[in-house]
């Protein structure tokens, strides 16, 4: 038990130590951490207080040699001492504090205070960062300078070296341009002269003054020759070329005064002068826009007039072909129309065929209105060939729509007569077949001929009758005209089958029996069969009695039997 207790406490003891070594170590860390951290500001401070104003400052007494200069100096030394004797002190008594509450191990505190710290290092940094930079903006505002500058001249001399090897270009405004030429050769000495002085504040603007000139030189340079042209040549031949199209096209007979061509002549060349004077200024804001706006209207006109070209030649054509259309139209709806009631007594026209007719002819007036219309703006002059054609094409579709609805209207009347010739014809078959069927009747001449055939004879006859009862009627009603000519020609149809099939199997009977007769005292079964067989062809019952011939021929030979009733079959 003791031996246990021992170990135990070993264990223990070990335990606390290494629990306090790492104690002692996390400690040590949280020490060295802050006391990093005062290490770091310490540096920060250390680097504003080597920030190189004094020897910036030292570069700005050379060129002292005016009072804005010898302020502006003094002004920085004042900010730069303030810097150093007042706003460092502060950081400095900061750090202080901040190494005494690290001392005692207060980092509560410790940390507001770095935080404090560093936002006051921020805030000396820039002002002594900023301070640097506008004495800098003295010490290499000269290479700064003339380097701008030297770039401005070798511009200003491609300019000028372009300019006079093109002086012709610029015609009128050569005078202009070489004052503005000399203008800007004055502010080259006038920079000179303020960087004599270091005169630095009218440096810049003198800098600028070049900047905007030699810009503003570089837009004359490029665009004045092109100005010069479309004011003096391009857009007055083309306002010649304008003119003269248009009065020679309204001696050929074209109508043209919805361009208001000649008003916008004259307006265009309002315009030319007040552009021409802006450019004698020296201002070109918005004259190629302008010149080239009315460039582009000149250019439209002649897309404008040889449209009405070709409206033109389309009209004539469009126009003569419509003429001859219409006037056909005219007459063929003229003579349906004139023969309207005639129709009507002839058939029985629903209300919506009448109506078509009567929409039709309407329609047929307005246009026919229309076109006259369109033909006394064509003679008076006083519509545009693009506006001609366009109604011509209106009416064209027009005319096509109401041809397409009288083309309905005369396809129902055709229908109408091709079903009653149509009637007539068919009348005229049947009646051909009845008559075969009754001569066939007549030519062979049957014993008995039974009731069902006269039953058909007179259903067939009485359809007949229907037919040219139908026929006859005023207005003919073509609807049950068709279904008592389809009645009438199934009725004599299988009437004729009837007839056929009596008059063959009676025809085949009598041969099998005249044939058989020889067999009678031959063959068993033959007499009795032929008795049967003769009694019925009597009763007029031909095909039983066919079948009792054939029958018959079983007992004379069987092949016989099969020949005669596939034929029978057949």
Not at 88 to 97: E, N, P
Not at 182 to 198: H, S
Not at 525 to 551: H, P, Q
């Given at each position: 038990?003791?031996?246990?207790?021992?170990?135990?406490?070993?264990?223990?003891?070990?335990?606390?130590?290494?629990?306090?070594?790492?104690?002692?170590?996390?400690?040590?860390?949280?020490?060295?951490?802050?006391?990093?951290?005062?290490?770091?500001?310490?540096?920060?401070?250390?680097?504003?207080?080597?920030?190189?104003?004094?020897?910036?400052?030292?570069?700005?007494?050379?060129?002292?040699?005016?009072?804005?200069?010898?302020?502006?100096?003094?002004?920085?030394?004042?900010?730069?001492?303030?810097?150093?004797?007042?706003?460092?002190?502060?950081?400095?008594?900061?750090?202080?504090?901040?190494?005494?509450?690290?001392?005692?191990?207060?980092?509560?505190?410790?940390?507001?205070?770095?935080?404090?710290?560093?936002?006051?290092?921020y805030k000396v940094r820039e002002s002594a960062e900023h301070l640097l930079d506008q004495i800098k903006d003295i010490t290499l505002s000269e290479a700064k300078y003339r380097s701008i500058v030297t770039k401005l001249k070798t511009k200003?001399?491609?300019?000028?070296?372009?300019?006079?090897?093109?002086?012709?270009?610029?015609?009128?405004?050569?005078?202009?341009?070489?004052?503005?030429?000399?203008?800007?050769?004055?502010?080259?000495?006038?920079?000179?002269?303020?960087?004599?002085?270091?005169?630095?504040?009218?440096?810049?603007?003198?800098?600028?003054?070049?900047?905007?000139?030699?810009?503003?030189?570089?837009?004359?340079?490029?665009?004045?020759?092109?100005?010069?042209?479309?004011?003096?040549?391009?857009?007055?031949?083309?306002?010649?070329?304008?003119?003269?199209?248009?009065?020679?096209?309204?001696e050929k007979g074209f109508v043209l005064d919805y361009l208001n061509i000649e008003y916008n002549i004259e307006e265009s060349k309002k315009n030319l002068e007040r552009i021409l004077d802006k450019v004698k200024v020296i201002n070109l804001e918005g004259c190629m826009f302008d010149l080239k706006t009315m460039l582009e209207y000149y250019d439209s006109l002649f897309i404008d007039f040889e449209k009405e070209r070709l409206s033109r030649k389309v009209y004539e054509e469009v126009s003569k072909d419509f003429s001859k259309r219409l006037e056909k139209t005219n007459k063929l709806v003229s003579d349906v129309y004139d023969q309207l009631d005639d129709i009507k007594s002839m058939y029985d026209l629903s209300d919506d065929d009448i109506g078509i007719i009567h929409d039709v002819n309407k329609t047929l007036v307005m246009i026919n209105d229309d076109h006259k219309k369109m033909i006394q703006k064509e003679e008076a002059k006083s519509c545009p060939y693009s506006m001609l054609n366009e109604e011509v094409e209106t009416l064209t579709n027009r005319l096509t729509n109401m041809e397409v609805d009288f083309d309905q209207a005369l396809k129902s009347l055709g229908n109408m007569y091709d079903d009653e010739v149509r009637a007539r014809e068919q009348l005229e078959e049947i009646q051909g077949i009845l008559k075969n069927c009754k001569n066939e009747i007549r030519t062979y001449k049957l014993p008995v001929v039974s009731d069902v055939y006269f039953v058909q004879l007179g259903e067939a006859q009485d359809a007949v009758m229907e037919v040219i009862h139908e026929l006859e009627q005023k207005p003919i009603v073509i609807k049950t005209l068709n279904t008592r000519v389809d009645t009438a020609r199934d009725l004599v149809l299988k009437l004729y089958n009837t007839?056929?099939?009596?008059?063959?199997?009676?025809?085949?009977?009598?041969?099998?029996?005249?044939?058989?007769?020889?067999?009678?005292?031959?063959?068993?079964?033959?007499?009795?069969?032929?008795?049967?067989?003769?009694?019925?062809?009597?009763?007029?019952?031909?095909?039983?009695?066919?079948?009792?011939?054939?029958?018959?021929?079983?007992?004379?030979?069987?092949?016989?039997?099969?020949?005669?009733?596939?034929?029978?079959?057949?």
């Open positions: 038990m003791q031996g246990q207790f021992l170990i135990i406490g070993s264990v223990v003891a070990i335990c606390l130590v290494i629990v306090i070594v790492i104690l002692h170590f996390v400690k040590r860390a949280e020490i060295n951490f802050y006391k990093n951290k005062l290490k770091k500001l310490e540096i920060a401070r250390n680097q504003i207080a080597s920030t190189p104003v004094l020897l910036e400052l030292s570069k700005v007494e050379p060129i002292i040699k005016n009072d804005k200069m010898e302020e502006k100096y003094t002004e920085w030394q004042d900010k730069f001492t303030y810097i150093k004797e007042k706003r460092l002190s502060v950081i400095d008594d900061m750090l202080i504090d901040l190494d005494v509450f690290v001392e005692k191990r207060d980092y509560k505190n410790c940390i507001i205070r770095i935080a404090k710290t560093e936002i006051e290092i200003y001399r491609s300019l000028n070296k372009e300019f006079n090897e093109h002086r012709e270009l610029y015609g009128i405004m050569q005078e202009s341009i070489d004052l503005q030429l000399e203008n800007i050769e004055k502010r080259f000495l006038d920079f000179e002269k303020v960087m004599e002085a270091n005169d630095y504040n009218e440096v810049v603007h003198v800098c600028k003054a070049l900047d905007n000139l030699i810009d503003h030189m570089e837009i004359l340079i490029k665009e004045m020759p092109d100005v010069l042209l479309m004011i003096q040549t391009v857009i007055p031949n083309r306002m010649k070329e304008v003119e003269s199209t248009y009065k020679e096209m309204v007839t056929n099939e009596m008059i063959h199997n009676a025809e085949l009977a009598e041969r099998c029996i005249v044939y058989l007769n020889r067999f009678r005292s031959t063959y068993d079964g033959v007499n009795s069969s032929l008795d049967d067989a003769e009694e019925k062809f009597n009763k007029g019952d031909y095909r039983e009695a066919l079948e009792c011939s054939i029958k018959a021929t079983s007992f004379i030979d069987e092949n016989i039997y099969g020949k005669l009733k596939g034929v029978y079959e057949k």
